[in-house]
């Protein structure tokens, strides 16, 4: 009997000299609403590895590892104190509560980001640090634009006793990949013509890409014989969505053209850059476009020489009854 009233008497002792502490060091906790409240810290670390190259649009997903740290700073001189106490003090609640952490992501419209587990549940380790890991996959759209965009991760832990709910956030940027991406066309992509004829294409260009783009011609291939000087301008800038015009102009020789039937056909070839460019831009297939025309012989050259040679063989004929006449006049 006297066992137990010592038992109780030290218990209630041991509860007086903890409360009595707890009070002590309230200065140097921090204080909210006149109550007693311990510091809490969320912090967010991403790993970006997977993310020093741009993002091919349409290309699949991309995962970005996520870091989530949480920490409650508790005096040293509450850990003295039962554990049921002190943890009814700090948290409410005589077994210490499960810390649910709840990640969002800002995310624009042209990409899907979502998070593996978005509800994150990281263990209570006081005085340091406790990480729990999740995975943001980001997916970029076709039509994303070719620019950097910054995605923001955001982690917020929840209230529990006088643990205060903290927020951390993390920033990272996103670049989609750029897409040269352009359609040529022209009025007439096939013209008849006769020798040594000089005729233009007035070719429209339009960005279908991602970015504002630089077109330049950089060769034009026609058939021997021909001739096709490069345009001035080479090159134009093209908005994205936007549309530019560059003219090609070839010239026939004298042996085409004269029998209907004779095809000649120019290509012309096109670079696709971002714009503005940079030196680190890699210039693959997929930059470059090729556009074919067509020039077919009309005839005209046959058809002239069959008219000149009429015209000459009439006039023989003239000429050579008019030397008859005279003839037949003088021997008269």
């Given amino acids: 009997m006297r066992r137990s009233s010592r038992t109780l008497k030290a218990t209630v002792l041991t509860a007086i000299i903890g409360l009595s502490m707890v009070f002590a060091v309230l200065p140097t906790a921090s204080a909210k609403s006149g109550g007693l409240t311990f510091n809490a810290i969320v912090q967010v670390v991403p790993d970006t590895s997977n993310l020093n190259t741009p993002i091919p649009p349409g290309g699949g997903a991309v995962s970005v590892p996520i870091t989530i740290r949480y920490r409650v700073d508790v005096p040293g001189v509450f850990s003295t104190l039962p554990p049921l106490i002190k943890n009814y003090i700090v948290y409410g609640s005589m077994i210490v509560p499960p810390q649910k952490i709840h990640l969002s992501v800002d995310k624009p419209d042209w990409a899907d980001v ?65 897409i040269p991406l352009i359609t040529a066309t022209t009025d007439e992509p096939t013209k008849e013509v006769g020798p040594l004829t000089t005729v233009t294409f007035p070719i429209k260009i339009t960005n279908n890409g991602n970015k504002e783009s630089i077109v330049r011609v950089i060769d034009v291939t026609v058939p021997d014989g021909w001739s096709s000087p490069i345009p001035t301008p080479t090159q134009i800038v093209i908005p994205q969505g936007g549309t530019g015009t560059l003219t090609i102009s070839v010239t026939t020789p004298a042996g085409f053209g004269w029998v209907p039937g004779q095809v000649g056909t120019v290509n012309v070839r096109f670079l696709i850059q971002k714009s503005p460019p940079t030196q680190t ?52």
Wanted: charge should be neutral; glycine fraction near 6%; hydrophobic fraction near 40%.
């Fill in 281 to 332: 831009t890699e210039i693959t297939e997929a930059n470059y476009y090729t556009l074919a025309l067509q020039l077919r012989s009309s005839g005209s050259g046959i058809i002239g020489l069959g008219i000149g040679i009429v015209a000459i063989i009439v006039i023989i004929i003239v000429l050579f009854t008019i030397l008859l006449k005279k003839k037949a006049g003088k021997q008269q």
């Fill in 114 to 178: 979502t998070i593996s587990n978005p509800d994150v549940y990281p263990d209570i380790v006081e005085n340091e640090y406790s990480e729990i890991q999740t995975t943001i996959s980001i997916n970029v759209y076709k039509d994303a634009p070719a620019r950097p965009y910054t995605l923001t991760i955001r982690a917020e832990s929840q209230q529990l006793g006088r643990v205060p709910a903290a927020s951390g956030e993390a920033q990272f940027k996103i670049i989609p990949d750029f």
